[in-house]
């Protein structure tokens, strides 16, 4: 005995000893009983339950600064300069539950009871920067200057998780109750800067004898698969009532910022003639930003007469940095290739290049500022009910609800310019933003009722909504490319491109049956569904020449922008009632 005083009352008095033998009279007469029920010794009506919960969290986050940086230095040499960083940050993650509750006493009543759920947030917050600042003199090269900054980082996430009820008593009344929910937040918010700024009010001068890049990009990847299933089944006597409820939602969101600039410098660079190796060069050793045009008879990888650049040569080192001294790092050894078997089309290694040296009709692009993204979310959330009841001289009611939501947004800035300073090219000029983002999202409610009864009824509703954007309504997708508060821009040809071509595929679907039998009594059956889809694109893309002075071409001058942008939506719903009464 406890005393009451536990629970905010005074204390519990003693059974007598009368009291005591009772209950062990009672309790015997209990335990003989084929229905304990009933027994003798207890009249109120036994009751069992069951249930049981199941679930999966994965919290995971990365926060990276890749930075590649000169800063306040002079810079003169004879070979090439390159200032590299690459970010290859990936969550690959997978949380799953399962619930299980079954109860098969006989009894006055009986229920189970069931929940499942699975939880994963995921986050990726990293800076990749590809720097020289501030120099305090000019800088002058001999041969390339190269300026490269490029992130991969991905996403890749499952969760998944189910709940399921059962209960079976044949004598008396019977409830099963199975719920699940699936919730998948994933964030990729990652800047990728690349640029020779001087904050200075003396200009720079920063001279090449070889072509001069500077390019940013960005290729972020969210794949997400969310999807969960409740099952619910009661069979009794008396009344008889199953539910089933599931929910499924993916949250997707990248938000990244992709520059590619010169700020406040003259650039000049001095090459006209193109170099590049051809894939029947055999082995060769590579620097980053060497180009391979492809031959006729490459069979390996790579369209034939395209011009590849070099793009991952930290890579391709597959150095341990933490053992090398400082003196070692003079003595690294680029990394080698047989051209004859390298497959081009591998985008991780080699950058198709061939719009650009097409548009300088073989001729070197003696300047590049370049900036593209090409973000993508590949959004999958699916959520299955099934509940089925029948009682075989009650009342028997069934429910089933399932939802599915998909949410995703791609939002941020890719921007290539040059502004303050003067350019000059003996070759091309090209100054290029471009975006690729792309969404596709797929979202699906399906929910099954049954019920057999004297009186039965069955709801079932199924639906579906995706909602994907690519910019918002107050922050719009922006891509720049231009050239500003130059006194002089001179080149052979100057072509200043932004170009958008943004893409949305969603599908959304729901279905919902419901099917009731009843005899000598009333059956009804509801069924609905609804598939939901809404999509927006807002983009800002501009290209210009601003406040340039002087501005001198022997060829073309090629301002351009073009927005390709598309959406590809379907919804589709489908409900079937079902009902039948002998009565």
């Given at each position: 005995?406890?005393?009451?005083?536990?629970?905010?009352?005074s204390?519990?008095?003693?059974?007598?000893?009368d009291?005591?033998a009772?209950?062990?009279?009672?309790t015997?007469?209990?335990?003989n009983s084929?229905n304990?029920?009933?027994?003798?010794g207890n009249?109120?009506?036994?009751?069992t339950?069951?249930?049981?919960a199941?679930?999966?969290l994965s919290?995971?986050d990365i926060?990276?600064?890749?930075?590649?940086?000169i800063s306040?230095?002079?810079?003169k040499?004879?070979?090439?300069?390159?200032?590299?960083?690459?970010?290859n940050?990936e969550?690959?993650?997978?949380?799953?539950?399962?619930a299980?509750?079954v109860?098969l006493?006989?009894?006055s009543?009986?229920?189970a009871a069931s929940?499942?759920?699975?939880?994963a947030?995921?986050?990726i917050?990293?800076?990749?920067?590809a720097?020289?600042?501030?120099?305090?003199?000019?800088i002058i090269?001999g041969?390339?200057?190269i300026?490269?900054?490029?992130?991969r980082?991905?996403?890749?996430?499952i969760?998944?998780?189910?709940?399921?009820s059962v209960?079976n008593?044949?004598?008396?009344?019977?409830?099963?109750?199975?719920?699940?929910?699936?919730?998948?937040?994933n964030?990729?918010?990652?800047?990728?800067e690349t640029?020779?700024?001087?904050s200075?009010?003396?200009?720079?001068?920063?001279?090449?004898a070889?072509?001069?890049?500077?390019?940013?990009r960005?290729?972020?990847?969210?794949?997400?698969?969310?999807?969960?299933?409740?099952i619910?089944?009661a069979?009794g006597?008396?009344?008889?009532?199953s539910?089933?409820?599931?929910?499924s939602?993916a949250?997707?969101?990248?938000?990244n910022?992709?520059?590619?600039?010169?700020q406040?410098?003259?650039?000049?660079?001095?090459?006209s003639?193109l170099?590049?190796?051809?894939?029947?060069?055999?082995?060769k050793?590579?620097?980053?930003?060497d180009?391979v045009?492809?031959?006729s008879d490459?069979?390996?990888?790579?369209?034939v007469?395209?011009?590849?650049?070099y793009?991952?040569?930290?890579?391709d080192?597959d150095i341990?940095?933490?053992?090398?001294d400082?003196y070692?790092?003079?003595l690294?050894?680029?990394?080698?290739?047989?051209l004859?078997t390298?497959n081009?089309s591998?985008?991780?290694?080699w950058l198709?290049?061939t719009d650009?040296?097409?548009k300088?009709?073989?001729?070197?692009?003696?300047?590049?500022?370049?900036?593209t993204?090409?973000?993508t979310?590949?959004?999958?959330?699916i959520?299955?009910?099934?509940?089925?009841?029948?009682?075989?001289d009650?009342?028997s009611l069934?429910?089933?609800?399932?939802?599915?939501?998909?949410?995703?947004?791609?939002?941020?800035?890719?921007?290539a310019?040059s502004t303050?300073?003067?350019?000059?090219s003996?070759s091309?000029?090209?100054?290029?933003?471009?975006?690729?983002?792309?969404?596709?999202?797929?979202?699906?409610g399906?929910?099954?009722?049954a019920?057999?009864g004297?009186?039965s009824g069955a709801?079932?509703?199924g639906?579906?909504?995706s909602?994907?954007?690519?910019?918002?309504?107050t922050?719009?997708?922006?891509?720049?490319?231009?050239?500003?508060d130059?006194?002089l821009?001179q080149a052979?040809r100057?072509?200043?491109?932004a170009n958008?071509?943004?893409?949305?595929?969603?599908?959304?679907?729901?279905?919902?049956?419901a099917?009731?039998?009843?005899k000598?009594?009333?059956?009804?059956?509801f069924?609905?569904?609804?598939?939901?889809s809404?999509?927006?694109?807002?983009?800002?893309?501009?290209?210009?020449?601003?406040?340039?002075?002087?501005?001198?071409s022997t060829?073309?001058?090629?301002?351009k922008?073009?927005?390709?942008s598309?959406i590809?939506a379907?919804?589709?719903?489908?409900?079937?009632?079902?009902?039948?009464s002998?009565?």
């Open positions: 005995w406890l005393p009451g005083s536990l629970f905010g009352g204390a519990c008095a003693a059974p007598t000893e009291q005591i009772d209950q062990a009279e009672s015997q007469n209990d335990f084929e304990p029920s009933q027994s003798e009249t109120s009506p036994s009751t339950m069951a249930a049981a199941a679930g999966a919290l995971n926060d990276v600064d890749a930075i590649a940086l306040e230095s002079t810079i040499l004879s070979g090439a300069l390159i200032v590299s960083a690459r970010d940050s969550i690959d993650v997978d949380a799953g539950a399962g299980l509750s109860n006493a006989k009894s009543s009986s229920g929940i499942g759920f699975s939880v947030i995921n986050e917050d990293n800076d990749v920067s720097l020289i600042k501030d120099p305090v003199g000019d090269v041969e390339n200057i300026l490269d900054a490029e992130s980082t991905k996403i890749e996430n969760a998944v998780s189910g709940s399921a209960t008593n044949s004598d008396g009344k019977t409830v099963s109750i199975a719920g699940v929910v699936s919730w998948s937040d964030l990729i918010d990652n800047d990728i640029g020779i700024v001087n200075s009010d003396q200009k720079i001068n920063v001279h090449s070889g072509y001069i890049s500077i390019e940013a960005d290729n972020a990847t969210i794949k997400v698969d969310a999807g969960g299933i409740a619910g089944l069979k006597s008396g009344f008889t009532g539910a089933a409820v599931g929910a939602v949250n997707n969101e990248i938000d910022s992709t520059k590619a600039y010169a406040n410098v003259n650039l000049t660079s001095t090459a003639e170099e590049y190796l051809t894939s029947s060069s055999g082995k050793s590579l620097q980053l930003g180009i045009k492809v031959s490459h069979s390996a990888g790579g369209t007469g395209g011009y590849y650049r793009i991952s040569f930290v890579e080192l341990n940095y933490k053992e090398l400082s070692t790092y003079n690294i050894e680029p990394p080698q290739f047989d004859s390298e081009f591998k985008t991780s290694r198709d290049i650009e040296v097409t300088q009709d073989g001729q070197a692009l003696g300047i590049l500022i370049s900036s993204n090409s973000s979310i590949d959004s999958l959330s959520s299955g009910t099934a509940a089925a009841s029948k009682s075989s009650g009342t069934t429910l089933s609800l399932a939802g599915a939501f998909a949410y995703n947004t791609i939002k941020g800035e890719t921007l310019y303050g300073g003067d350019i000059s003996a091309g000029l090209a100054v290029n933003a471009a975006d690729t983002s792309k969404i596709n999202a797929d979202a699906g399906v929910a099954l009722a019920s057999m004297k009186s709801l079932s509703v639906f579906s909504e909602r994907n954007n690519i910019g918002t309504d922050e719009r997708h922006t891509v720049l490319a231009y050239i500003s130059s006194e821009i052979e100057i072509d200043i491109e958008a071509a943004s893409t949305i595929e969603a599908l959304s679907f729901s279905g919902a049956l099917a009731t039998s009843g000598d009594g009333a059956a009804g059956s069924t609905g569904s609804g598939a939901a809404y999509n927006k694109i807002y983009s800002n893309v501009e290209s210009y020449i601003e406040n340039g002075q002087n501005v001198q060829g073309d001058i090629n301002i922008v073009e927005d390709s598309s590809d379907n919804a589709i719903g489908a409900s079937v009632a079902l009902s039948s002998s009565g």
